[in-house]
């Protein structure tokens, strides 16, 4: 197994600090034809910097009830997040705040395709490429302490020269998501941190987070951003007003219009006015929409109910 051991040459103020784990893999680009190297390190969750300015607050929302409701989901995700499986010991004075009140099935990095990747700029800070709601639902559920997480670097930008060339580097690589909920902003306008109380709230990617599999099911690989591309199509198809999301029968029908709208769209629409953006058929748009699945969210115990619990 090969070690490699990053270092950033260039000085900065306040710059992050890592523990190189040593795993090395390989992770396939969108087009599956190209590879690189990626190494693990652990990092304090409040060092990491988001890359898009948003998130799908609603579906953080659903995940802290659900942790609430079966702790045991939290110590399985976060197991799940560090590539070690699933929690097989924990107790109800378990903390993400203390590693050793808890154990995974694994070692951190026995299945590092599971850890969300990030890259490292030339001011020495990481960036997570993937993984926000994650990151953002695991530290709220723990608000009084700054947890440890392991992230997978993809790229180690140290060496370009400047942030603007890394900036650049981002939206070439599509390793960036501009697009906020009042319109395209500048890199220097992301968020500080990744959290729920740090970054905006986008609807239109929470209502893409509960229709997977329903209008929707992922490509393998799959894009960057892709609920992004999806949400940002919704956007110009629907409007979503406060009376939307304030009760759990006017989001399913929220969802259920949602739904068929993307259905009923031309396979061949770009998400964006730009047309080199994906095409709906290219992120994994259904022919139909799978009612079995829609109407489980609303059943008394579903996704939407647990969510208007909390």
Not at 111 to 127: E, R
Not at 157 to 185: E, N, R, T
């Amino acid at each position: 197994m090969k070690q490699r051991h990053l270092q950033c040459t260039r000085p900065a103020q306040g710059r992050a600090t890592w523990i190189v784990t040593g795993i090395v893999m390989l992770m396939a680009t969108w087009s599956g034809a190209a590879f690189a190297n990626a190494t693990l390190i652990t990092v304090k969750a409040s060092a990491i910097h988001p890359t898009q300015p948003a998130i799908g607050k609603a579906e953080v929302a659903y995940d802290l009830a659900h942790y609430r409701q079966k702790s045991r989901a939290l110590f399985d995700d976060f197991c799940k997040g560090e590539g070690a499986g699933k929690v097989t010991d924990f107790s109800d004075s378990s903390t993400l705040a203390t590693a050793t009140s808890f154990r995974c099935a694994k070692p951190a990095g026995t299945h590092p395709d599971a850890v969300k990747s990030a890259v490292i700029a030339p001011d020495g800070q990481v960036y997570l490429t993937d993984g926000h709601h994650s990151v953002s639902a695991l530290r709220a559920s723990t608000p009084d302490s700054d947890i440890t997480l392991s992230l997978r670097i993809t790229d180690d930008l140290c060496h370009l020269p400047s942030m603007a060339v890394f900036w650049d580097y981002m939206q070439q690589h599509h390793l960036v998501w501009l697009g906020g909920p009042a319109g395209k902003i500048a890199p220097q306008e992301l968020p500080s941190q990744v959290g729920i109380d740090a970054m905006q709230d986008d609807p239109y990617r929470s209502v893409l987070y509960f229709l997977r599999d329903i209008a929707y099911e992922r490509p393998e690989p799959s894009p960057p951003f892709l609920e992004f591309y999806l949400g940002a199509w919704l956007k110009n198809q629907m409007v979503i007003t406060p009376a939307d999301t304030a009760t759990q029968q006017a989001y399913f029908a929220l969802l259920q219009k949602a739904a068929q709208l993307l259905i009923q769209a031309s396979p061949q629409t770009h998400t964006l006015p730009d047309s080199a953006s994906p095409t709906l058929s290219q992120l994994g748009q259904l022919s139909e929409v799978n009612h079995k699945k829609l109407d489980k969210l609303n059943n008394p115990d579903g996704k939407l109910a647990l969510l208007f619990r909390s």
